[in-house]
């Protein structure tokens, strides 16, 4: 059963991009029990499933069957369920679950899970939950809630081994397998100071193999690498990425440990900023797969508008050629070519000019480098395709100055592509802008506005 809900059944091995993750013909067998009302045939196919699995499946059904599968699972429901599910998906499990059991499923989460559910909440629901969690798990909610939204505090899991540096190897071991309040999961044992400062880490892997005599100063490892309360999650990736961490505790002002940020967290965040640049540069806010239809419609129309502006200012400049276009109707045919192009090169600038300032490969310091760069490839790459369209305008429509223009248009808004997609996520960031928002936007106005300036006004010049 496992096996086939995994999708490792014998068609599935076969192909390798099937292993892991549903089976097709798994979601349409949940299907057709709970469309017939076979919910004990319903409830053996899923309830082996892993929590991810179980939510992909939710996601894949429809309102209807949604909501039948959240009653057979009720009695058994994993609440990490509700962490791995889309954001409208997630709503309507939620509604379907009722308070009283989602505030048992928050309660059963880890801290930096349940802080991160509480917070997706809207206001009214926020409230009505944290009225019914247990009081130990809404202090603890409601402190990961006080620091800022993308901050350390929020990711951090609250559930911590710490000890004091005079343990030995043998108390500590003893420590773990008696105490009740050990997370279920830990990489690395805390030492710290009698202020609860940290002075030191021990990995699980260290301590089992120390003699139970040696006292943890004699074994840890003595580093002074910690996250503030307040860092911004995405330098808490960037920390774990240059470091090859596993974990890192996090400390208040005051230096005392309040937790611990886990590897398992930070690929999240790595996975979810890389999505947010990409859907950004397309101008879409957020993924919207479940979204209702006027949601979607309410979320994509502004960055459309906006771009329709940009696109008057390109239709502009057209305007300042129309005796030119009226004379020669050949221009029409290759102004596309010229936009087209353009915005292709820019687009490959654009990309890595915003990944690299995401990843800090990219900096102020060595900005003029890669503009230098980016500037020298779109100026050849121009000179390369300039070479391949040049002659197939001339033999196109018979004169070789369109040929010439064309070309030299083509290099100078390659020109421009490799310039401005460097220097407009740079300006953005100067001035505190995200990137990754608006880059796309001014890049398609520079490229297409100065791309047709370039080729309509040489032709002036050279075909009239």
Not at 59 to 66: F, G, K, P, Q, Y
Not at 114 to 124: I, P, T
Request: with cysteine.
């Amino acid at each position: 059963m496992q096996d086939k809900a995994n999708g490792a059944n014998s068609g599935s091995l076969e192909v390798e991009d099937d292993l892991y993750g549903l089976d097709p013909e798994f979601v349409r067998s949940v299907e057709e029990a709970l469309a017939e009302g076979r919910t004990d045939a319903a409830r053996e196919l899923t309830e082996p499933l892993h929590y991810s699995d179980a939510a992909d499946l939710l996601e894949r059904l429809d309102a209807e069957d949604r909501a039948k599968l959240v009653e057979v699972l009720r009695a058994d429901f994993e609440p990490e369920i509700l962490t791995e599910l889309d954001e409208g998906v997630r709503d309507e499990v939620i509604e379907a679950l009722g308070f009283a059991d989602l505030a048992t499923a928050i309660a059963e989460l880890d801290s930096d899970d349940a802080v991160w559910l509480v917070s997706q909440l809207d206001e009214d629901e926020r409230a009505r939950v944290m009225e019914a969690l247990p009081s130990e798990t809404r202090a603890i909610v409601a402190q990961g809630l006080s620091y800022p939204e993308y901050s350390a505090g929020r990711m951090m899991q609250r559930e911590l081994v710490a000890v004091p540096a005079y343990w030995t190897v043998g108390e500590t071991i003893d420590y773990l397998r008696a105490a009740h309040s050990v997370p279920d999961e830990f990489y690395d044992l805390y030492v710290v100071d009698p202020r609860h400062r940290p002075i030191g880490k021990i990995g699980l892997a260290r301590l089992v193999r120390g003699r139970r005599p040696q006292r943890l100063r004699e074994i840890m490892d003595d580093e002074s690498l910690t996250v503030p309360v307040a860092a911004d999650r995405e330098e808490v990736a960037f920390l774990f990425r240059q470091q090859d961490l596993v974990s890192a505790p996090v400390v208040d002002g005051a230096g005392r440990l309040v937790g611990v940020i886990t590897i398992d967290d930070v690929v999240d965040v790595i996975d979810e900023e890389a999505a947010d640049d990409m859907l950004r540069l397309a101008g879409v806010p957020d993924t919207d797969l479940y979204r209702a239809v006027k949601d979607t419609v309410r979320s994509r129309i502004p960055w459309l508008l906006v771009n329709m502006c940009t696109a008057l200012v390109a239709s502009s400049v057209i305007g300042l050629f129309e005796h030119t276009l009226e004379q020669i109707v050949a221009l029409a045919v290759l102004m596309p070519i010229v936009a087209g192009l353009g915005g292709n090169a820019g687009t490959q600038t654009l990309a890595v000019a915003v990944r690299g300032l995401a990843t800090k490969e990219l900096d102020f310091d060595n900005a003029l480098q890669v503009i230098r760069k980016e500037v020298l490839v779109g100026m050849i790459n121009g000179v390369v395709i300039a070479c391949l369209i040049g002659p197939v305008a001339w033999a196109w429509f018979g004169q070789p100055t369109i040929g010439i223009v064309i070309g030299a248009a083509l290099v100078f808004n390659l020109f421009i592509a490799g310039l401005m997609g460097s220097v407009i996520p740079l300006t953005l960031e100067k001035f505190g802008i995200d990137p990754a928002v608006a880059s796309s936007i001014f890049l398609t106005m520079c490229t297409d506005s100065l791309g047709f300036f370039a080729f309509l006004g040489l032709a002036t010049m050279f075909l009239l």
